[in-house]
DNA sequence: CTGAGTACGTACCCACGGTACGGTGGCGTA
DNA sequence: TACGCCACCGTACCGTGGGTACGTACTCAG
């Protein structure tokens, strides 16, 4: 069932003077992705045929070729678009905080939400990587959700004040990352999402309690001392 | 280029007696599953054809769709005997030690190991979910790699004397297991392997210390304090 | 008014997953 | 030992779907 959506069609001009011929082009180009978002939400990227695509757009594959170089092509702006959009959200949600391990808890919180959206599980975590091949699933994660995480990472190990060189802290800021994506995915796969929800952040927040209490109590970690 | 893998072919009864029919039948299925990790691994599962693989293994599609009910069953397949083999490794590097927090190191290191592994990144971690769906992968996932996890955060846990309930030990066991994923992939695709390795073992250590000094100290999660 | 190039549409190729069916040889049975 | 059955596998074929070559209409600069 190949849904269709509306789209400009050259019969008026909506806005005359400076390129009506782009407008239709852009509309054209957007209805693709829109289409293709919903039609790989539900139905997965290999499960998803370009007949489909184009049949909901109410174009042809010419259309299609001509904007984009082909499925996967496709599939990146799709993903680019949802990544983009997931980023704004959380960097929405961190507008006006000042203490860092405040900005954390609203950002995971966001981000909790962010990874309960059906096209975010779909597009960027379940098909994501196979798509796009891990080395340009990354690529777009860095300058993206992941760069967010960095960021918050860095205040927070600044308000701890160790001295973490740029290294260990993408490290930390990767462990914590693939721990809230696998956290997202439990949270948006369980049976009561709005409990799920609070037990990551309750544990979350008792990993990062144990840090601030390491702070405190300025321990060293035990296997780090049989160094050689 | 299709890789022939050696086979047993039905001329002279390699051993008599108790059924050669399904000797020779085990073989070609060995074959199928052998090859067929193999290009899987290398080019993945789109860009694999059924076709290579019954070039590989010398035989036909005819044999395949007899052994296998399709081209998901045998990455399937594949997939389970690559996970078997993981879960088998770290079980084996965790014999003889008594001390949780030691398992847990142990554990860790293993997996860095396992997590270098080529067909262990394609396969179970990139091509993974996509294939077989978030819903089967986790099924495979719980019976194998993350069951051991579960396991060693359970002994953990029971060394801190923290109340735990059995929901709460599986959150805890999921983020981590998301933050080894993704710390082994970054070790994994790190220009050092090695030194990257360190450093997800200092990180993790640290996290874990972490812990231990808030068993010590007492102290309560900073972000749970406001609970309403 | 006209050349040029954008923005599509049309027709086609072929790789590849899947299926239907044929055959052959081992293995139990009498 | 003769025989029939079924597992095991080969052969031939189809349909889907990604990709391509090429034609066309419309727009805009000059």
């Not at 779909?122 to 796009?132: E, S």
């Not at 990352?177 to 049976?191: E, R």
């Not at 009561?192 to 609070?198: G, K, T």
Request: charged letters at 25%; aromatic letters at 10%.
């Amino acid at each position: 069932m190949p849904r269709s959506v509306s789209r400009l069609v050259p019969k008026v001009p909506a806005v005359p003077g400076a390129g009506r011929r782009q407008q239709f082009s852009a509309s054209t180009k957007r209805t693709l992705l829109d289409v293709a978002e919903g039609l790989f939400t539900e139905h997965g990227y290999a499960a998803t045929s370009l007949d489909a695509v184009v049949a909901g757009a109410e174009v042809t594959k010419g259309a299609l070729y001509h904007h984009f170089n082909g499925k996967a092509a496709l599939f990146e702006a799709v993903f680019e678009r949802v990544e983009q959009d997931a980023t704004r959200s959380i960097s929405q949600a961190l507008k006006g905080r000042k203490d860092p391990w405040e900005k954390a808890q609203a950002g995971l919180r966001q981000f909790l939400e962010v990874v309960q959206e059906p096209r975010y599980r779909r597009i960027v975590i379940q098909d994501g990587p196979a798509v796009l091949g891990y080395e340009r699933y990354r690529e777009q994660e860095e300058r993206s959700t992941f760069g967010t995480v960095v960021e918050i990472v860095r205040a927070v190990a600044g308000v701890g004040e160790w001295d973490l060189d740029e290294e260990m802290l993408h490290t930390f800021a990767r462990i914590f990352f693939g721990a809230m994506s696998a956290a997202g995915a439990s949270v948006a796969t369980a049976a009561e999402p709005d409990v799920a929800a609070w037990r990551v952040e309750a544990a979350i927040g008792f990993i990062i309690s144990g840090f601030q209490a390491m702070a405190d109590a300025e321990v060293v970690p035990p296997w780090l001392a049989e160094d050689d």
